[in-house]
């Protein structure tokens, strides 16, 4: 988040609005973009929360997954927090990715009850998406802090993908990656996808 804020300032970007969504994690993201930035001499604006920007509440879908997953290997969780995997934890780790990656395709079909359905998280932050433009009109830069599910669905916006192929984005999308769009009142277009020019450093460059 520092290296972006850095970023922002070395290239003299200024933006006329900065929202975010309500997650800690993607109001500490701003904080620390904006502190950075401003140290390195650029001022960005104070960021308006829209809650619409939240993530699925991907921590059912995981909470599944991690259940199905620790009868192969009970102390997996203990290793997690230690960083410290033995083979049978790789091997548990391999597979619960696999289990997300099916929970979240049937999510996406609308085949999993418990959680926001696919269909009401895309309407919401399509539609956050156009209270921003709608606020902002023509000709400004805005920018939007919040998580990968949110940037999948305005990806989808963007270029009206399936929803399985939404999902497929989720997995590639880098933390602290900047993903651009141009917008009219009528138009909704890609310009830029998962930037990380800014990270320069291979250990920043994660997903």
């Not at 109001?27 to 829209?50: F, K, M, S």
């Not at 033995?86 to 049937?106: C, F």
């Not at 709608?134 to 929803?163: D, H, I, Y």
């Not at 900047?178 to 291979?202: K, Q």
Request: charged share 25%; aromatic share 8%; proline share 3%.
């Amino acid at each position: 988040s520092r290296a972006l804020g850095e970023d922002c300032a070395a290239r003299g970007l200024a933006f006329d609005a900065v929202y975010t969504g309500p997650c800690q994690r993607q109001r500490d993201t701003y904080t620390h973009v904006r502190q950075a930035a401003l140290e390195a001499g650029q001022e960005l604006p104070e960021a308006v929360t829209i809650d619409d920007f939240d993530e699925i509440d991907i921590q059912a879908l995981t909470d599944q997954a991690m259940a199905r997953v620790l009868p192969s290997c009970p102390d997996l969780r203990e290793q997690i927090k230690k960083q410290q995997l033995d083979e049978a934890a790789r091997v548990a780790m391999r597979h619960y990715g696999g289990v997300v990656r099916a929970l979240l395709k049937r999510w996406a079909a609308g085949d999993l009850d418990g959680i926001e359905s696919f269909d009401v998280f895309y309407a919401r932050v399509s539609g956050a998406l156009s209270q921003v433009m709608r606020e902002q009109g023509r000709n400004k830069r805005v920018a939007v802090v919040t998580s990968g599910g949110p940037v999948c669905m305005a990806m989808r916006l963007a270029l009206g993908f399936a929803p399985s192929e939404a999902i497929d984005l989720m997995w590639i999308v880098y933390n602290a990656s900047v993903t651009t769009f141009a917008f009219t009142e009528e138009r909704f277009t890609l310009t830029g996808f998962n930037s990380i020019g800014h990270l320069r450093e291979r250990r920043l460059q994660t997903h």
